[in-house]
């Protein structure tokens, strides 16, 4: 397919380079979520989200969360997302939106280089830095998270912060808030940018607009909870409090934080792009911190995990570190930008294979093929206005309707309440911590038999729909 004559020769092959990496991860996150690796929490729940925005029901209670779309983090930016869904109502759409968001940043990060005069050579050091993130690759996997689309945003927001014009930036950075309300913790980190910059006006207004969406955002979304101040309650019952646990006793994080998993963390996420880094990152570096330190010291280790997207403004931090650094050596010799090129590849290339993930594939996804093809041709028989109690597992699938349940919350009620109920077969194999176990000897195993007997008895018509999937239904 010949590319588009708008764009410029230099820029073709990192155009192509990104459209290959949208293609990979694309295909990775689909296949993970057909062969049943997605949870209800977080794509179940952002995909009955947007599912009721599209139809209406931007007020309406989610079954799964049971809170309105827009009470969890105050994300404005479901509403246009909603549009989109609604063309394609599936889990699809939503992941597909996402891999785009990510594919695009090496032609991104690749045509600011060039814009600052950047050596070729380096510039495809970064393009590559940034395909071979394992972070990259794995926070796009069976998963959705408005605020990951807002990552080309958060970049161009970063390079715009000591450019005269006003038009890009301020856009930029009211979109990216307007994911979730912490993202608060980047427009911090970007104030702290534009004020190492020299840019003390628009630092303080950046700082001002981050804080008042913060306040405001919390208290909208105070029914589903602040996860930042429940994450950080062992510090204190106050902001005050926790800043003086922090400066006088910095110990205690250690408690909910190890140094090993600090030291993991922070590996998997900054070593493909530790050649890149040079004097002139720290502007960028300190713009990461308020994110980092609070990944750091949260007392949920899943902010340190990769496959989250709670370091999704580290990662743009990073890239524009990197873009700083690289803007400054275009006089290193060719032998020097060569080294540079080789060490990103090897550091690049050792972080994918150390934090990738690739085999879970093989030991967690691929065994459940014929558990997921069983599930597809039952879910067939289900219309989409039907309500539904399943599994976690399955309820990502299913989300896009009014009313669908988990058996594993409590208070799902009296199951002869539903029109359909999908289990998985006793034999099939589940993801239990990381292992396949069948269902019958897994956590769940008791439970999904016991509410096999309820709707039995309820005069529910319950049958094994193929050796994976066994269907409950009224009448």
Not at 297 to 304: D, G, H, K
Request: glycine letters at 8%.
């Amino acid at each position: 397919m010949p590319m588009p004559s708008s764009v410029h020769p230099s820029r073709r092959p990192f155009v192509i380079l990104s459209v290959l990496y949208t293609a990979v991860l694309f295909s990775s996150t689909a296949w993970q979520h057909y062969l049943l690796g997605s949870q209800v929490w977080d794509l179940g729940i952002f995909e009955q989200f947007n599912w009721l925005i599209a139809n209406g029901g931007l007020n309406q209670i989610s079954s799964l969360r049971n809170i309105t779309p827009l009470q969890d983090h105050f994300s404005l930016l479901l509403l246009p997302i909603a549009l989109v869904y609604k063309l394609s109502p599936n889990a699809y759409t939503l992941l597909g939106l996402q891999s785009l968001a990510i594919g695009c940043m090496p032609a991104l990060a690749a045509d600011l280089c060039l814009r600052k005069g950047v050596n070729r050579g380096l510039t495809w050091a970064l393009a590559l830095a940034i395909v071979l993130s394992p972070y990259g690759f794995l926070v796009n996997r069976g998963d959705f998270h408005s605020d990951v689309l807002t990552l080309p945003l958060m970049l161009v927001a970063i390079r715009e912060a000591d450019q005269p014009r006003r038009w890009l930036y301020y856009p930029c950075l009211l979109l990216t808030l307007f994911a979730k309300n912490a993202q608060a913790l980047f427009g911090i980190g970007l104030g702290l940018y534009a004020l190492a910059k020299g840019q003390r006006n628009r630092a303080a207004i950046t700082l001002a607009l981050s804080l008042g969406w913060w306040f405001l955002a919390t208290e909208m979304s105070s029914a589903g909870g602040d996860h930042v101040g429940i994450r950080l309650a062992y510090l204190g019952d106050s902001k005050l409090e926790i800043l003086t646990t922090l400066l006088t006793r910095p110990w205690v994080v250690l408690h909910e934080s190890s140094p090993d998993s600090i030291l993991l963390y922070s590996l998997g996420l900054t070593l493909p792009f530790l050649a890149l880094l040079g004097r002139a990152s720290w502007r960028a570096l300190l713009g990461c911190s308020p994110i980092y330190l609070t990944n750091i010291i949260s007392a949920s280790s899943i902010q340190r995990e990769l496959n989250h997207h709670y370091s999704i403004g580290i990662l743009a931090f990073l890239i524009g570190a990197c873009i700083d650094a690289l803007a400054q050596s275009n006089q290193a010799s060719l032998l020097r930008r060569k080294r540079v090129l080789f060490a990103t590849m090897l550091l690049g290339v050792a972080a994918f294979l150390g934090y990738g993930r690739v085999s879970y594939f093989s030991s967690r996804y691929l065994p459940r093929l014929q558990e997921a093809r069983d599930f597809q041709q039952a879910k067939q028989q289900i219309g989409p206005n039907d309500s539904v109690l399943t599994i976690a597992n399955y309820a990502a699938h299913m989300a896009g309707r009014s009313r669908i349940e988990q058996i594993e919350k409590p208070g799902y009620g009296a199951v002869s309440q539903y029109d359909w109920i999908v289990l998985p077969a006793p034999e099939i194999p589940i993801n239990i911590g990381g292992k396949l176990r069948p269902v019958r000897r897994s956590k769940i195993g008791g439970t999904v038999a016991q509410i096999r007997r309820q709707a039995e008895a309820a005069g529910m018509n319950c049958r094994a729909a193929n050796p994976s999937i066994v269907l409950c239904s009224k009448g």
